[in-house]
């Protein structure tokens, strides 16, 4: 299949798929005589998968370290369960994150309900004070 049946069948755009051959994503594919990339089902399958790892937190960067743990062969369950344990890590630090920031929007919101907004802070006048400009200060 040609680049534009690749990405219709993985359901992305043509540039996804040429960012994922420059980034390793992708194996470089074989080309025909007239230049044209040739692809296969095993291409579509890699690059859902791919999209799928991305879906679930994984960088590019750990998408291409655990394909090619993969081509070389021998990667397992066991030998790779540590990528999704570092993941996981990572979507537990975010939950922690916002948690906090959505405790302290709570507490603005309470304290602008009782009157004391933390976001209304002292007003800027437009007045300069008198004799500060143009004269050496």
């Known amino acids: 299949m040609n680049i534009g049946e690749l990405a219709r069948s ?5 540039d996804t ?13 074989d080309r025909r005589p007239s230049g044209y990339r ?3 089902n095993a291409t579509v399958e890699r690059l859902r998968l791919a999209r799928a790892l991305q879906s679930l937190g994984f960088t590019l960067n750990e998408i291409v370290d655990a394909f090619h743990a993969s081509d ?9 369960r540590w990528r999704l344990e570092a993941v996981l890590e990572r979507l537990d630090a975010k939950i922690r994150d916002l948690r906090r ?5 709570a507490e603005a919101l309470a304290e ?5 907004c933390r976001f209304a802070g002292p007003k800027l006048s437009s ?4 004799g500060r400009l143009g004269d050496g200060a």
């Not at 920031?101 to 929007?105: A, D, G, I, K």
């Not at 602008?112 to 004391?116: F, K, Q, W």
């Not at 007045?127 to 008198?130: L, S």
């Open 10 to 14: 993985a359901e992305v755009n043509i």
């Open 38 to 40: 040739v692809y296969t």
């Open 101 to 105: 920031t959505r405790r302290e929007v």
């Open 112 to 116: 602008c309900a009782a009157g004391r």
């Open 17 to 29: 798929v040429r960012f994922y051959e420059r980034r390793g994503v992708l194996p470089r594919p």
């Open 127 to 130: 007045a300069r004070p008198p």
């Open 72 to 80: 070389r062969g021998g990667a397992t369950c066991e030998t790779e």
